[in-house]
């Protein structure tokens, strides 16, 4: 086992402070979105924004209610999932319907021949 890999598994030394410098990344970064999600609803009652590049990803909607074309292309995608399922599930339902109505003439005359079986002895 590599030397890393046992830094990492007792958390000690490079790995350790890897770790924790993850760590505070982190926080900060949730800290600043937000923080800048509460001032985007804050000045959308106050009609003043300040514009940075956070404020202008967080704002998925241009003035006009039109969606941008990563939330348009979003929108499509889930829309074909949704569509997709439900033709699965027709398709898995005819399939079925298909199999009972088969299986159901297969036990009749299964049920004929065996009679008939018997019948010849």
Not at 6 to 13: A, Q, T, V
Not at 27 to 52: H, M, P
Not at 66 to 71: G, H, S, T
Not at 91 to 115: G, M, P, V
């Amino acid at each position: 086992m590599g030397m890393w890999k046992m830094l990492r598994y007792l958390n000690l030394g490079s790995e350790r402070w890897l770790w924790r410098s993850i760590e505070v990344t982190d926080e900060t970064t949730y800290k600043v979105i937000w923080a800048g999600k509460e001032e985007l609803l804050s000045s959308k009652q106050r009609q003043t924004a300040r514009t940075d590049l956070l404020i202008v990803f967080m704002k998925l909607r241009d003035e006009d209610g039109m969606l941008c074309p990563a939330e348009q292309y979003k929108q499509a995608f889930y829309e074909r999932g949704k569509l997709n399922c439900e033709t699965n599930k027709l398709q898995n339902r005819e399939r079925e319907k298909l199999y009972l109505s088969n299986r159901e003439k297969f036990h009749t005359n299964a049920d004929k021949r065996y009679w008939r079986a018997i019948a010849k002895l």
